[in-house]
């Protein structure tokens, strides 16, 4: 597939990464775990620890489309928890230390490796959603549009 060129906002021509033809999952899973734009790789994905930037800074990828809700956390929580558990059983089997100890040891290890490992996941499904073309990420789609939920004053006469 040819690319084509855009204009952007300000009126540069940038090229357009979502009609490069199709999208590798891995490649776009590790570009997203390394923090980085899942269609160049180059330009940073957050703005802050775990705020997406709307568009990569370097190729002006629309990454706002993103919806990654409760799933980074979720999944941070399974892979922090399989580590922490296996290390304490192992710890409780090989040396039985007392409970003081371990709640010294593996509070802070758990919170720790919980805050490193969740902006990566988090890049991971954002760059999962941009490799499927979920979330308006598919450029053939129009945009969508949620429309605003209309909350009215009821006299509690049902109407």
């Not at 568009?55 to 922490?84: K, M, Q, S, W």
């Not at 040891?105 to 720790?112: G, S």
């Not at 996941?121 to 073309?133: D, E, F, P, R, T």
Request: charged share 20%; aromatic share 6%.
């Amino acid at each position: 597939m040819q690319e084509k060129s855009v204009p952007d906002s300000a009126g540069a021509i940038r090229r357009d990464a979502r009609s490069t033809g199709e999208r590798s999952v891995l490649t776009s899973l590790l570009r997203g775990a390394r923090l980085t734009c899942p269609a160049c790789g180059k330009g940073a994905m957050f703005r802050r620890y775990l705020k997406v930037a709307d568009n990569c800074p370097a190729c002006g990828e629309a990454l706002h489309h993103h919806r990654a809700d409760d799933a980074p956390p979720y999944f941070t929580i399974v892979i922090v928890g399989h580590i922490v558990v296996g290390l304490v059983l192992a710890v409780e089997m090989a040396y039985r230390p007392p409970l003081w100890l371990h709640a010294a040891l593996w509070l802070p290890l758990t919170v720790l490796l919980a805050l490193l490992i969740l902006p990566p996941v988090k890049g991971a499904l954002v760059g999962l959603q941009w490799a499927l073309l979920m979330h308006g990420f598919d450029p053939n789609a129009e945009e969508e549009k949620i429309e605003p939920f209309d909350v009215g004053i009821h006299n509690g006469r049902g109407g």
